[in-house]
Nanobody, 123 residues
Framework: QVQLVESGGGLVQPGGSLRLSCAAS????????VGWYRQAPGKQRELVAG???????NYADSVKGRFTISRDNAKNTVYLQMNSLKPEDTAVYYC?????????????????WGQGTQVTVSS
């Protein structure tokens, strides 16, 4: 079983910064990608940023230039550095790990989610 634990959320003023961490543990065969998602009250969960096993990153248009996703393979941890935070960034942030490996040539995909961490941007 794979466990993901997010941390680093909190209350911050507009223009401030936070760094979220997502630490993975357990029996992980092969990571295909890790993503940070967020869900605000009354809204659907949306992808904020992702990073593939090859290090390719992608970002939602709303956070480009402000957020940076990175990873530390030795620590099995993915980070989300969030700068210039805005009130509209307020949400619960979730980490998702996408596992992909092959058994007898057939792909096996598993998605694992963390419990989420609250980010509140308010003065």
């Amino acid at each position: 079983q794979v466990q993901l634990v997010e941390s680093g959320g909190g209350l911050v003023q507009p223009g401030g910064s936070l760094r979220l961490s997502c630490a993975a543990s357990g029996n992980i065969f092969s990571i295909d990608a890790v993503g940070w998602y967020r869900q605000a009250p009354g809204k659907q969960r949306e992808l904020v940023a992702g990073i593939t096993s090859g290090g390719i990153t992608n970002y939602a248009d709303s956070v480009k230039g402000r957020f940076t996703i990175s990873r530390d393979n030795a620590k099995n941890t993915v980070y989300l550095q969030m700068n210039s935070l805005k009130p509209e960034d307020t949400a619960v942030y979730y980490c998702k790990l996408e596992e992909l490996y092959y058994v007898l040539g057939s792909p096996i995909r598993n998605d694992y989610w963390g419990q989420g961490t609250q980010v509140t941007v308010s003065s």
